[in-house]
T-cell receptor
């Protein structure tokens, strides 16, 4: 596999469910990101991991919990979500966070919260 | 205030013609980076082109060029010789030090045969 992969591609969950999104990058990058893309709104940066350490948490509610066990894998654990959390969740990676490196994105997980 | 403004929600262009997608940005930093991404209907964002704030030359990548006007804080994307495969959403983004990355709301481009 090459590039950035995300699973699942589609997820429907109830507000009381617990689920996890998975991201894997095969590019040898050191920084990974979670973004939320809602309709008609700019892409929102949620979390940044650089060399497995979380460097940014942009005021994301605690019902979203990221995990980065190594530089190649990134998870987003979801629990007690709200319908307004329905969106496309994009994972990205780049060489490192501190420089102006372009980010490479995965195909996203389309999340629907009922 | 919006960090990145893309005022064209939708654009149409004839195949083989050139098209300009507008982007203005807001920053008080001297050092920043500007990016353009393409998002086809499949969902993934594809990096197109990058311009650093200190770069004096406009960036070019194949059919893509970035018209960088620093004083006006604009970073328009020019696509030459449009192809049907160029139909997609296009996002302008800015990397500001130390720790932020902002995207615009995007422009939907449709290439007409």
């Amino acid at each position: 596999e090459t590039g950035v992969t995300q699973t699942p591609r589609h997820l429907v969950m109830g507000m009381t469910n617990k689920k996890s999104l998975k991201c894997e990058q095969h590019l040898g990058h050191n920084a990974m990101y979670w973004y939320k893309q809602s309709a008609k709104k700019p892409l929102e940066l949620m979390f940044v991991y650089n060399f497995k350490e979380q460097t940014e948490n942009n005021s994301v509610p605690s019902r979203f919990s990221p995990e980065c066990p190594n530089s190649s894998h990134l998870f987003l654990h979801l629990h007690t979500l709200q319908p307004e959390d329905s969106a496309l969740y994009l994972c990205a990676s780049s060489q490192e966070w501190g420089a102006y490196n372009e980010q490479f994105f995965g195909p996203g997980t389309r999340l629907t919260v009922l | 205030a919006q960090k990145i403004t893309q005022t064209q929600p939708g654009m149409f262009v004839q195949e083989k013609e050139a098209v300009t997608l507008d982007c203005t940005y807001d920053t008080s930093d001297q050092s920043y980076g500007l990016f353009w991404y393409k998002q086809p209907s499949s969902g993934e964002m594809i990096f197109l082109i990058y311009q650093g704030s200190y770069d004096e030359q406009n960036a070019t990548e194949g059919r893509y060029s970035l018209n960088f006007q620093k004083a006006r804080k604009s970073a328009n994307l020019v696509i030459s010789a449009s192809q049907l495969g160029d139909s997609a959403m296009y996002f302008c983004a800015m990397r500001e030090r130390p720790n932020q990355f902002y995207f615009g709301t995007g422009t939907s481009l449709t290439v007409i045969p």
